[in-house]
């Protein structure tokens, strides 16, 4: 074991204590130690993996703290691994030298416009651990090709960038857990420009990740309009924020309406997810599961799903509790997509809308969508509304509304140019259109009665 305390540092948050931990790198054996005290550094502490063997970073009981007065990260590590994590693709030096370089129970403060928390890049199971880091730009950047990265129990805490960001990074195999990634101006866990597999984000509190001057504010952003990210979780989270423009709780962005495959292979389960413009986005994904949520406070829209192609959304509440004051739209909207399932969801609205909606969820463009054992309750001008798609089936749901909504027009209503509709076995409920409105060559209707009577 080596305190930095050997080697000069004075730990009194005053003096310049980066030779003094360098030196501690770069000498000590690899454990490195923060007695309790405040050490003041101006530049990036390297650790050359390759160099000088496996490391690890330590406080006594989380008692120390790093503040990186200058630009870049307090700490950079470099590894030399460039392949996968095959056991094959190990070399022996790697293991003797490079594995879990490791920081644990230690607070990294920025006091500079550019200075990042921890970067690492070409490391074979980075592991960080009971960390505190706030005031950053950037608090954990990993770059290049990582593998086997874990992020477990950290407190990432208003920073002026990003919380976890993963930026142009061949990553495979990450688990982020327990943490709590708060008030983080650009996003709390990024993902761009990257091939990322095997994604797992539990059990996390990530919350207020937003900007109220900048648009696009994410709290989850995989954005892969030039790069890949499958094969992943999103689970039993608290992911929620405050109204921004533009603003996502959960954002996917895929390449495009015509390539809808680089972003998929994912599932959002149980997760409380709200209090944003919108609280899932996805744009041109494949194969994602959003089942078992708690969705609410979508101002306008709880569900924004564009050219995306295989989605299967079951078992959410949608809804937004009257105790929260203000209006929330809540709209779902399903445009240009393709191949979709939407099962056993409560649908209800207790806000007036924030925005001007036709309906409580819209489809359009879409193709292959089936609605089934829904709760749609207190709707907006209609419950669904049908515009230029095809094969779709509404069946065994139920619709009610208000006697009080005065600008309620139908249940269902089917436009001219959408066509092999069928509504079936559902409750409607009966607006200025009547109970539903389906044109005679758009589709059929059976077994179908009014929720009133």
């Known amino acids: 074991m080596g305190s930095v ?3 000069g540092a004075k730990g009194d948050g005053i003096s310049d204590d980066t030779i003094a931990i360098q030196h501690a790198v770069e000498k000590s054996g690899g454990d490195i130690l923060f007695p309790k005290g405040s050490y003041l550094i101006t530049k990036p502490i390297r650790v050359m993996l390759g160099n000088t063997g496996p490391h690890g970073f330590r406080s006594e009981g989380g008692t120390a703290r790093v503040l990186m007065k200058g630009a870049g990260p307090a700490f950079q590590i470099i590894g030399t691994h460039q392949k996968s994590a ?8 790697l293991w003797l030298k490079e594995r879990m370089p490791l920081f644990q129970d230690l607070e990294i ?3 500079h416009p550019e200075a990042d928390g921890i970067s690492c ?9 009971s960390l505190l880091i706030r005031k950053c730009r950037n608090a954990i950047h990993l770059r290049i090709r990582d593998r086997n990265v874990i992020i477990s129990d950290c407190h990432i805490f208003d920073n002026s960038g990003i919380g976890i960001f993963m930026d142009k990074i ?3 195999q990450i688990n982020i857990t327990g943490n709590h990634i708060s008030y983080c101006k650009r996003g709390g866990i990024v993902v761009r420009e990257s091939e990322i597999r095997n994604i797992q984000i539990v059990g996390n509190d990530i919350e207020y ?9 994410n709290d989850i952003l995989f954005d892969c309009r030039k790069g890949t990210v499958r094969e992943g979780t999103i689970v039993g989270n608290t992911i929620q924020a405050k109204g921004s423009p533009g603003g996502a709780n959960i954002r996917f962005l895929g390449v495009g309406k015509d390539n809808p495959n680089a972003v998929g292979l994912l599932a959002i389960s149980g997760n409380l997810i709200g209090s944003q413009e919108t609280a899932i986005h996805i744009n041109a ?10 969705i609410y406070s979508g101002y306008h829209h709880s569900l924004l799903l564009e050219d995306s192609e295989h989605l299967v959304i079951g078992s959410n509440s949608i809804d937004h509790n009257p105790e929260y004051k203000g209006n929330s739209t809540d709209a779902i909207v399903v445009s240009g997509c393709r191949n979709i399932q939407f099962t056993g969801n409560i649908v209800q609205h ?8 036709e309906a409580t969820m819209a489809i359009l463009n879409s193709t292959n969508v089936q609605i089934s054992s829904c709760q749609f309750h207190q709707m907006r001008k209609r419950g669904i509304l049908l515009n230029s798609s095809t094969m779709v089936r509404v069946n065994g749901c139920i619709f009610t509304s208000e006697k009080e909504q005065v600008d309620f027009i139908t249940s269902v209503d089917v436009d001219e140019k959408s066509k092999k509709v069928m509504l079936s076995d559902n409750f409607f409920a009966k607006g200025k259109k009547g109970n539903f409105n389906l044109p005679m060559h758009a589709g059929q209707a059976t077994n179908n009665i009014s929720s009133a009577d």
Do not use: C, W, Y
């Not at 990740?209 to 504010?217: Q, V």
């Not at 207790?350 to 001007?356: D, G, K, S």
């Open 5 to 7: 305390l050997d080697f």
């Open 170 to 172: 061949n990553l495979h």
């Open 350 to 357: 207790t806000r007036p809308a924030e925005i001007p909606v």
């Open 209 to 217: 990740n937003f900007d109220p001057l900048e648009s696009d504010s």
């Open 121 to 129: 890049e070409g490391s074979m199971q980075p592991t960080f651990k």
């Open 86 to 93: 095959l056991p094959e693709h190990i070399s022996n030096s």
């Open 109 to 111: 403060t920025g006091d």
């Open 285 to 294: 994904g494949r194969s994602i599961v959003i089942s078992g949520n708690s």
